[in-house]
């Protein structure tokens, strides 16, 4: 959109009046059904749109406009100009077709108002809609006044003098309405009406007085001074259809409908208030208008008026009775935010009703206005929407298209269907007027709320006006119209900005029907393509001689390429997308021919729709440049590709068959022939002379000798398919021919031209010899579509003849290949509607090749080419006793398995399994298939059983897991035979092993096998004779075993560890530490013993490896010791580990002294845990050695010792004083909790409902809960409020225990004090103090009982304390050590969860640092 000469800008405003006259007299006719015939309706206003659209007014130049000097003889004040009226009806010629599909559905985008990122922006929509909107300035207008004001075949202009200007179609000033004397009484013009008919005027004045003038004469006729509250601003006046009727809305909110009389001459105006502002401030109307032509729609005789007030919509009926029809609440809005109100009649399945759009803020609703047959009027909510921009203005263009001005002076012009953003523009150079002076009643000393006067600031109701599908905006200085483009305009606008990409793919979207805000395209649908193709082809012309006048006269040929490949491409799309060959073979080929590039790119264009199928019929000039193009390139795979999709009769067939040979394009050359010439058996012939030699010759073929004969085999598959090769299918007329010649062909008993030398048959030969199985393959598919007609059988059976003499009776093929071709045989023997004729003793001498000893290569596969012919059926053709025997001596497992798989010989299989060395793994499966699957007879899986059990050893030594498995999962209770079959002792360990051993990954239950004890210890005893190092481990997952027998097993093959470990479960716990200590001394003795210039030593890593192991032994077990048990065993160990250090003299110490030291240390260290520390010193001290004062080789140990302590005594004042510090805490809140006083709800007993003064008596006392319910002792002793606790009576609630009764009275008692109110202050009871209780009770109980008050006070301190308490920390600590654990403070009320403090989010452990030491 931009600005444009004004000459052409007001063709539809100027015209409207007589082009709807026209349009009514078509209408008239349809207007009283209250349902349209809409297509009807469509057509007509299609076809009166083009009149309008199509023709274009020559709107004169004003060359000499009157001036308005004398009259407007001061400068205006912007602020108070000018007030722009809309007096249009309903332009009922731009409902459009599509108009019913508005939803019901919200729109899915909603969000926050204050976020300008609310919705993302939509795509570039200039690239997609062009230009919609055409922006022109009305110069005639503009040059004449400051600003500007109403629009039809008039334009009124209302001045801040108090003056109407009245304008016609040629913008010339035809009336000055009023005068300035009136305009300084009366204030600015602040609205402005024209009827129907254009002969009144209404004016409302910014002090609030209303004249109506006649615009035919300049008469004034009525002046109002009383229709509403004097003092306020006249904000709208509105007439409604009905001439004699109006309704206007002034500054204090109100709204009035003013009713024009005339009685015996005397022009009255009588006002009725229709709302008052007191109950909300309304800011702006909107009565309805329907156009002459729908003047008997049902709705419009309700002459509905909506109206916007700051808080909600209302849609109101003046008519027959005032009425409102309909309120609608805003909701949360910005209050600075300005309400709009917008009609329109909108065509909805097939219905024309009128939509009522609403906004304030960023969200559009629109509301369809529907009459029952009951005469009711019904509302319905259409699809809103969101926007992320705040609105100032809604404007209906037409029924589809809206155009929304923003907060920030942009407009936005949407398809109100798609919610898709066509164009936007920037209008800040309008300088667009605004209303606030008007809403702030300035002219009356300004007495609005402030609510209206922020509305105000961005009102601009009076500065725009829509006529006609045009909107006029008023500015400070001119006056502008916004109209549609005609879709010509918009095409031609990109054009003129040298965008023909986009101008192309606008008129495309025109050409589909799937442009949005299309004015200009009439008729149907055929006709309206055919204009926008014609247009188009014009644009593609142009754009062909733009490409070759832009390229790049100079330069590197890829710039020239890049600038074609850019642009040539879319002249090849839209040619063929309006299928238009005969323009791009023509005339669009010549002109891009002159350039050679342009040439070869649009030859390349071509290649995709070609291989797509899309592109047929090309000219055959363009056919031969398009293949010497590609040739020339060096891109014949290309070329081949493309000759095999295109028609190639029009071209020299030997010249292309030439070129294919020669660049070894076989597809193309087949294609070419079969195609060209309908010759089929020549490709075939030039395949054959090129790999037959070489495999004649025996020689291996070169990769591209492969691929030929790879082609040649796929060729004549699909000519007896009946298939054209590469694609396509042969004519059905012509598949018998070709399948007949292609038979004829194969089993020609000479080819052409053939030398002395050549064998029969030579084109079967080489095919057998290339890929012998395909080459079957392609026959076995033939044979398949072969019918049952006499030729098809003689070549059936011709062919089979052939392959026996040429196969059988030469040594030139493998048994591979031979098997093949008898499996192939099998197969078609095996047909049950067979006629082939093969002689029997042909199997037997293929059997005879197949399985002969004196060969022993390529066993494997000889062995699978003949199970392969036994599957197919070839069986029937063998004597099956002689075929066993002869796979026997072949060594042919698999066979045999075949054959005795038949005769349900299964146990003779596993011996097959077992033979066969590629196999013998698989025969574990087999057996436990056999055994498991039902089917199988009794005696057939017990004959399975006993060759398995004949072979045990065999499968033992296997796999000793499979079979485990398979023993414990089919004969578990036989395990003891099978041990017995078990000779060779390092098999019986493996079985074992893996049958009781969890770790060796049976899948097996082991309670289920239930194995006796002894077997268990026989594998135990077998475990300490093969693996010694593994007892420990194993004895540690066995179950069933017998501690005596297995302790007498070990000490027999002297494994001390595995003694002292049964002895330990057996509970002999001295017994297994005696075991390792005598270890530990030995090992203590080989050190001492060591000679002293042995540098490596493994031994002392063996005392450390003891040591550490009897160490663990005593930790174990001390905690269930008592003292005098414990030191029996830590002491020992003590004085092993010192010994060696008595030994060694200070003068001469022993070579491992300090690696002892730190061992004896490590002894000690373990013990000080589970022996006091005197216990230890005084036994170090009574040591014949240290008494007598030797303390420096224990010096060490004894300073280590000490040095525990100390750090232990540390860790413990630490702690101290931590629980004191939090002891103190607690007890300090606990106490503030417990003492604190209680503010009762109401000043009256909660059950006598009478104050608590009323009794003055002493023995009375007042009970107050914390739940704020106050009693008299009396009263609740009267209701037995009272539980006993520990001996103790309490008082609970009666009001809150009266609500849960169920068990939860000692829960909802929450009594903090109670005590004997005098008028100075409250006196705590005795009663109300909790005793201490029997020390004697307190011990039988194996928690803290807690009283209700005690708990709450608790409670209390622990939301007091932020975090959880140290003392809370130190107890958790305390109870995961501990066996049981209880929460502190739980009681029995705790709940049945308990959430550890350190699971908190909020958790932060916080200490303070340990007290330092005075010296």
Known sequence: MDNEPDHENVEQSLCAKTADEELNKSLNLEASLSKFSYIDLDKELEFKNDLIDDKEFDIPQVDTPPTLESILNETDDEDDSFVLEDPTLLNIDTIDSHSYDTSSVASSDSGDRTNLKRKKKLPDSFSLHGSVMRHSLLKGISAQIVSAAAVSSLIAVGTSHGLALIFDQNQALRLCLGSTSVGGQYGAISALSINNDCSRLLCGFAKGQITMWDLASGKLLRSITDAHPPGTAILHIKFTDDPTLAVCNDSGGSVFELTFKRVMGVRTCESRCLFSGSKGEVCCIEPLHSKPELKDHPITQFSLLAMASLTKILVIGLKPSLKV??????????????????????????????????????????????????????????????????????????????????????????????????????????????????????????????????????????????????????????????????????????????????????????????????????????????????????????????????????????????????????IVDYCLLLQRKDLLFSQVYDKLSENSVAKGVFLECLEPYILSDKLVGITPQVMKDLIVHFQDKKLMENVEALIVHMDITSLDIQQVVLMCWENRLYDAMIYVYNRGMNEFISPMEKLFRVIAPPLNAGKTLTDEQVVMGNKLLVYISCCLAGRAYPLGDIPEDLVPLVKNQVFEFLIRLHSTEAPPEEEIYPYIRTLLHFDTREFLNVLALTFEDFKNDKQAVEYQQRIVDILLKVMVENSDFTPSQVGCLFTFLARQLAKPDNTLFVNRTLFDQVLEFLCSP???????????????????????????????????????????????????????????????????????????????????????????????????????????????????????????????????????????????????????????????????????????????????????????????????????????????????????????????????????????????????DPSLKNVEETMVETIALCQRNSHNLNQQQREALWFPLLEAMMAPQKLSSSAAPHLHSEALKSLTMQVLNNMAAFIALPSILQRILQDPVYGKGKLGEIQGLILGMLDTFSYEQTLLETTTSLLNQDLHWSLCNLRASVTRGLNPKQDYCSICLQQYKRRQEMADEIIVFSCGHLYHSFCLQSKECTIEIEGQTRWTCYKCSSINKVGKLSENSSEVKKGRITPSQVKMSPSCHPSKGDPAVKKATSEPVLDPQQIQAFDQLCHLYRGSSRLALLTELSQKRGSESCRPFSGSQSGPAFTSIFQKENFQLQLVPPPVTED
């Not at 009781?996 to 006796?1012: A, F, K, M, T, Y």
């Open 325 to 570: 029809w309909m309120t609608f609440p805003y909701g949360r809005m910005d209050p600075s935010s300005v309400p709009l109100l917008a009609w329109h009649f909108v065509a909805v399945h097939n219905y024309v009703n009128p939509m009522l759009a609403f906004c304030r803020g960023d969200v559009v609703h629109f509301l369809l206005v529907k009459r029952d047959e009951s005469g009711a009027i019904h509302v319905t909510k259409q699809k809103h929407l969101h926007l992320y921009y705040d609105l100032i203005n809604f404007t209906w263009i037409n029924s589809r298209t809206i155009v929304l001005l923003d907060s920030v002076e942009k407009l936005h012009v949407i398809d109100r269907q798609t919610q898709e953003e066509l164009e936007m523009v920037e209008i800040s150079e309008v300088q667009l007027v605004y209303n606030s002076s008007h809403f702030k009643s300035l002219a009356t000393g300004g007495n609005v709320s402030q609510a209206l006067a922020l509305v105000g600031e961005k009102a601009c109701y009076q500065s725009i006006s829509s006529y006609g599908g045009q909107i006029f905006y008023l500015g400070t200085k001119s006056v502008y119209v916004m109209m549609l483009r005609s879709w010509r305009e918009r095409v031609d606008h990109l054009l003129k900005q040298d965008c023909l990409t986009e101008a192309l793919a606008l008129a495309w979207s025109f050409h589909e029907g799937k442009a949005k805000a299309v004015v200009g395209l009439s008729g149907d649908a055929s006709k309206r393509k055919a204009v926008v193709a014609d247009r188009m082809v014009e644009i593609l012309f142009h754009y062909a001689d733009r490409a070759l006048k832009k390229c790049p006269d100079q330069g590197k040929i890829q710039v020239m390429e890049q600038h074609f490949q850019d642009m040539v491409p879319i």
């Open 854 to 1096: 004196d060969d022993d290569s390529r066993h494997s596969e000889r062995q699978q080419v003949l199970l392969e012919l036994l599957q197919a059926g070839g069986i029937v053709q063998f004597e099956e006793s002689r075929l066993i025997r002869m796979a026997e001596k072949a060594e042919f497992y698999q066979i045999c398995e075949f054959m005795y798989e038949r005769e349900h010989q299964y146990d003779k299989i596993i011996d097959c399994y077992l033979r066969d060395p590629l196999r013998e793994e698989e025969v574990f499966n087999y057996i436990h298939n056999i055994l498991s699957i039902p089917g199988h007879s009794a005696e057939e899986k017990q004959s399975v059983w006993q060759k398995a059990m004949d072979h045990i050893e065999e499968l033992v030594s296997l796999k000793p897991c499979k079979s485990a498995e398979l023993v414990a999962t089919h004969f578990s209770e036989q395990i003891e035979t099978v041990i017995k079959k078990l000779q060779n002792q390092v098999l019986l360990f493996k079985f074992l092993r893996s049958l009781l051993d969890p770790r060796e990954g049976i899948h097996v239950n082991q309670e289920l096998l239930q194995i006796s004890p002894c077997i268990t210890e026989q594998f135990i005893e077998l475990l300490c004779q093969f693996s010694p190092n593994q007892v420990i481990e194993t004895l540690q997952v066995l179950e069933c075993y017998r501690l005596e027998e297995t302790i007498q097993i070990t000490q027999k093959y002297q494994l001390h560890e595995v003694t002292a470990y049964l002895l330990e479960k057996k509970g002999d716990i001295h017994g297994a530490f005696l075991i390792m200590l005598k270890r530990l001394q030995s090992k203590l003795q080989e050190i001492t013993h060591q000679d002293e210039n042995t540098k490596e």
